[in-house]
């Protein structure tokens, strides 16, 4: 026998077990959205290789060592998207979505990175993200958050942590990189490779290190946030302000810099200690530049993108999707079944999220019994010669120990409704 070819790795089918908390997660995310006017866009999964080297930036872990880069048959460079934004941005120039509008669009599919799998990071992976173009802020800032809140509490999830940070003007940005610079040439024995490497490429980076080692170094460095200009300082302090009117508790995390380099001002991050390094579910925040840098005019925007399967991880662990069969119907000979299939339709039609099964292929009332039983369905309906003639259904509940009952045909779509209570 020739040997199985396996999905490729870091690349996960998502079972019918798990899709009911992708899909519980879609909906809502979906109807929260659409209470704040947003509107859904989509974009290819794959663009130009340089659309992400000039957004995400030259010197970061997505474009050094994570794209998948390949050349097509006409020798042009393209690239599985690592991420939404840059490809968002790109259509909204494109398609004269941007220029003196405002738009607060929406996105889902997947991404893809050449990462190292484990619980939580994946190949191929799938985020939500939102971009809003046009607003200047801190309103809006404080919006978007409180949008993302309103969902976790729809979704019945707790204990996440908001985590907020601005990363200031881009000038003030220039003034801070030297500061940092000159504290950490002054610690560059202890810099790891990775760190000294970038020291000289992108400095602000290495504040951004993963690795545990420069934990210490890290967090004895001067404070971005000690550097800001004023107008940075005042709308960060308006947009907490306006999180403290709402409710909603957050932390500052002045290490909070972001993987990608396309970031100004506000940076958030929603973190959870349930999943272990990969705790974070939902990161964004402000790209003011981002539009005139591809090509067009001078645009505020902001945005963030959440991960999926980490979200479904915590779905999983804390609410129970529920979407089991309500209905199993058995239908023993050929009259059963001309029947039965008829009498199913009709049911379809006058009860709307019915989830009923019929029973095909044949076989005895014990073998369609027991598949009934393990379907998990509530109730099974019973459909044989003597139902047929007498025009009635026999019901049997399969998770109480009730007597089977006989309901005429005709009741039957009144008799589930009540019974299931659909
Ligand atoms: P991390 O620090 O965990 O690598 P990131 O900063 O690279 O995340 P973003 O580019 O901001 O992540 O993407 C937004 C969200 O997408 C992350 O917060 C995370 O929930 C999810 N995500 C990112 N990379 C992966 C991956 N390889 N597998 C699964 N989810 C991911
Ligand atoms: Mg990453």
Not at 223 to 240: G, N, P, T, V, W
Not at 245 to 271: C, K, S
Request: charged share 25%; with cysteine.
């Amino acid at each position: 026998m020739s040997k199985h070819i396996q999905a490729v790795r870091g690349m996960n089918d998502i079972l019918p077990q798990q899709t009911p908390y992708w899909q519980r997660l879609e909906q809502t995310a979906q109807r929260v959205f659409e209470a704040y006017s947003f509107e859904e866009i989509r974009m290819p999964i794959v663009e130009s290789t340089d659309l992400f080297k000039r957004t995400i930036g030259e010197v970061t872990d997505i474009v050094e060592k994570e794209m998948y880069t390949f050349e097509d048959r006409n020798g042009d460079s393209l690239t599985l998207r690592p991420e939404g934004t840059a490809g968002c941005v790109r259509a909204g120039i494109e398609n004269g979505l941007l220029y003196n509008q405002i738009q607060r669009l929406w996105y889902k599919g997947p991404m893809f990175r050449h990462e190292r799998p484990q619980k939580g990071r994946y190949r191929q992976f799938q985020q939500i993200g939102v971009e809003c173009f046009g607003m200047a802020g801190p309103d809006v800032d404080a919006e978007m958050i409180m949008m993302t809140a309103r969902l976790w509490r729809e979704l019945g999830l707790t204990g996440l942590e908001l985590q907020i940070n601005t990363l200031g003007s881009a000038e003030a940005r220039a003034r801070y990189r030297d500061t940092l610079v000159e504290y950490l040439n002054a610690h560059h024995d202890q810099l790891d490779e990775d760190s000294q490497r970038r020291l000289l490429s992108n400095p602000l980076r290495i504040l951004d290190s993963k690795n545990p080692a420069m934990q210490l170094i890290n967090n004895n460095a001067p404070k971005l946030i000690d550097a800001l200009d004023d107008e940075s300082r005042q709308h960060f302090e308006q947009l907490c302000g306006y999180l403290d009117d709402a409710g909603i508790p957050y932390v500052i995390n002045p290490r909070l810099v972001r993987g990608l380099d396309y970031y100004n001002q506000t940076v958030f991050e929603w973190v959870t200690d349930q999943l272990g390094a990969q705790g974070t579910v939902c990161a964004g925040g402000r790209f003011d530049g981002l539009v005139e840098q591809l090509g067009g005019h001078s645009t505020p925007a902001l945005g963030f993108a959440m991960g999926i399967e980490r979200l479904v991880l915590l779905l999983e662990a804390t609410a129970k999707v529920e979407n089991a069969l309500h209905a199993y119907l058995l239908m023993i000979g050929d009259d059963a079944v001309r029947r039965g299939l008829r009498l199913a339709e009709a049911l379809r039609d006058t009860l709307p999220g019915l989830r009923l099964r019929s029973h095909c292929g044949g076989g005895s009332f014990k073998a369609q019994f027991k598949k009934a039983d393990k379907s998990g369905a509530a109730v099974a309906l019973i459909l044989g010669e003597d139902e047929v003639q007498q025009g009635v259904v026999g019901i049997k509940n399969l998770r109480e120990q009730n007597p089977q009952q006989s309901v005429p045909q005709s009741g039957l779509a009144n008799y589930l409704k009540s019974a299931l209570a659909l």
